[in-house]
């Protein structure tokens, strides 16, 4: 059975950092793109960041360049999203998903199999 879950610190003080992870079993990393989305609320889900497993090239919507960093360890079927300076309208569910052909796509609809979501929140 396939699963994502992710974890991480849920409650940050803004200009904090915390490191969200994303476990996967049953499957591996190798063939697959890795992304992370997030929804806020009342808002739309949208993609923020993405790691291709063939060629290790990151992707990052323009709103979080600079303070997002996604990484992973194959060895541990585990993707990392970095967060750092974190702001008050990082505040969101943030999920993984996974696409079977490796492609980091912008469309939530692109993605096979996806986490139940972790719930980030800044204070200001």
């Known amino acids: 059975e396939v699963q994502l879950v992710e974890s991480g610190v849920g409650l940050v003080q803004a200009g904090g950092s915390l490191r969200l992870s994303c476990a996967a079993s049953g499957f591996t ?3 697959y793109a890795i ?12 993609g923020v ?3 291709s497993s063939t060629d290790g090239r990151t992707y990052y919507v323009d709103s979080v ?7 992973s ?8 999203l970095q967060i750092n300076s974190l702001k008050p309208e990082d505040t969101a569910v943030y999920y ?3 696409e079977i052909f490796d492609y980091c ?6 993605y096979d199999y996806w986490g139940q979501g972790t719930q980030v929140t800044v204070s200001s």
């Open 96 to 98: 993984c998903a996974a």
């Open 49 to 51: 960041s993405c790691i």
């Open 65 to 71: 360049k600079g303070r997002f960093t996604i990484s």
């Open 73 to 80: 360890d194959n060895a541990k079927n585990t993707v990392y």
């Open 35 to 46: 992304a992370w989305f997030r929804q806020a609320p009342g808002k739309e889900r949208e």
């Open 105 to 110: 796509s912008d469309h939530e609809d692109d």
């Open 29 to 31: 990393f190798d063939d």
